[in-house]
């Protein structure tokens, strides 16, 4: 079984529409959970990074972390064409946090 | 302040041959790991290198290897390479604190004919 599991998309939705994304993880023990953003042809940028359960806000987007069904949540509200990308949950593991185990990604797509 | 740099950005390479990648990191960054991307595995940690030491490692083979200078830049060497090291390689550095954030270079693209 793989620590983190996401559906691969892709995602087609229109501007202005909410965006929900999931991920499945696999251990209880997890603690910290992080959303990254990837632009085709750049590499990963963090975007949110939350700890334990509950609602982490910023800004148009919102993470969620349930832990008791082990299922982590990213929407965007008010999505842009410039939200077009693929967006890859990811658990810090290892010494210091600095193995990140990602999921599969999943590719959204904004159309204006 | 300047980001994560990788070279060379685009890379051809035979089965059979070896190939180094580097990555400076971001200034004062003593972290540095890398991943590979493939449309069929995702996103895969390869190791970490703090202090010009490995603290962390993937589930890839020896032929994988990488090492870090004193001045934090980093490399990774894959030797006899096969045609399904085929992939985009990401570096990443960090300060190695609490709520570390990784931030990533472009990637080198290699292919593997």
């Known amino acids: 079984q793989k620590e983190v599991e996401q559906d691969p998309g892709p995602l087609s939705v229109p501007e202005g529409a909410i965006v929900s994304l999931n991920c499945t993880y696999s251990n209880s023990a997890f603690q910290y959970f992080m959303w990254y953003r990837q632009y085709s042809r750049k590499g990963p940028e963090l975007l949110m990074y939350t700890y334990s359960s509950g609602n982490k806000e910023d800004g148009r987007f919102t993470a969620q972390v349930d832990k008791s069904s082990k299922y982590i949540s990213l929407f965007i509200r008010d999505s842009q064409p410039s939200d077009s990308a693929t967006y890859l949950c990811?658990?810090?593991?290892?010494?210091?946090?600095?193995?990140?185990?990602f999921g599969g990604g999943t590719r959204v797509l904004v159309k204006p | 302040k300047a980001g994560v740099t990788q070279t060379p950005r685009y890379l051809i390479k035979t089965r059979g041959q070896q190939v180094t990648l580097s990555c400076s990191p971001i200034?004062?960054?003593?972290?540095v790991s890398w991943y590979q991307q493939t449309p069929g595995q995702g996103l895969q940690f390869l190791f970490e290198y703090f202090s010009e030491t490995q603290r962390n490692k993937g589930n890839f083979p020896g032929r994988f290897s990488g090492r870090q200078f004193s001045n934090s830049r980093s490399e990774m060497n894959v030797s006899t390479l096969e045609l399904g090291d085929s992939a985009l390689y990401l570096c990443a550095s960090s300060l190695r604190t609490a709520r570390n954030e990784q931030f990533f270079g472009p990637g080198t693209r290699l292919t593997v004919l």
């Open positions: 200034s004062g960054h003593r972290s």
């Open positions: 990811a658990i810090p593991l290892g010494a210091a946090g600095n193995k990140l185990t």
